[in-house]
Nanobody
Framework: QVQLVESGGGLVQAGGSLRLSCAASGRTFSTFAMGWFRQAPGKEREFVAGLNWRSGGTFSPDSVKGRFTISRDNAKNTVYLQMNGLKPEDTAVYYC?????????????????WGQGTQVTVSS
């Protein structure tokens, strides 16, 4: 199994920046991709950014492209989500996830392991 622990969430003003971290442990060698998702109250879990662990390639939806950047530190088995230009609508619980397979990587169903989530609140 893979254990994921997020950190770095908090309260930030609109326009501010925040960097989330996700430390992975366990059977990380089986991971094909890492992803970040977010879920606001009453909404479905939403894909934020993904990273192909083997190649380092990244992908993200238009809603955050240009503001959010996913990156990795191979030596530390850690992925990051750098969030700039935060907006109130970015307020959500942010989760990191690990995928064993290579399909549906922009949907929660494509991921096998999840962190506990970290709250990000953006004030106006």
């Amino acid at each position: 199994q893979v254990q994921l622990v997020e950190s770095g969430g908090g309260l930030v003003q609109a326009g501010g920046s925040l960097r989330l971290s996700c430390a992975a442990s366990g059977r990380t060698f089986s991971t094909f991709a890492m992803g970040w998702f977010r879920q606001a109250p009453g909404k479905e879990r939403e894909f934020v950014a993904g990273l192909n662990w083997r190649s380092g390639g990244t992908f993200s939806p238009d809603s955050v492209k240009g503001r959010f950047t996913i990156s990795r530190d191979n030596a530390k088995n850690t992925v990051y989500l750098q969030m700039n230009g935060l907006k109130p609508e970015d307020t959500a619980v942010y989760y990191c996830a690990a995928a064993i397979g290579s399909f549906r990587l922009e949907r929660p169903e494509g991921y096998d392991y999840w962190g506990q989530g970290t709250q990000v609140t953006v004030s106006s």
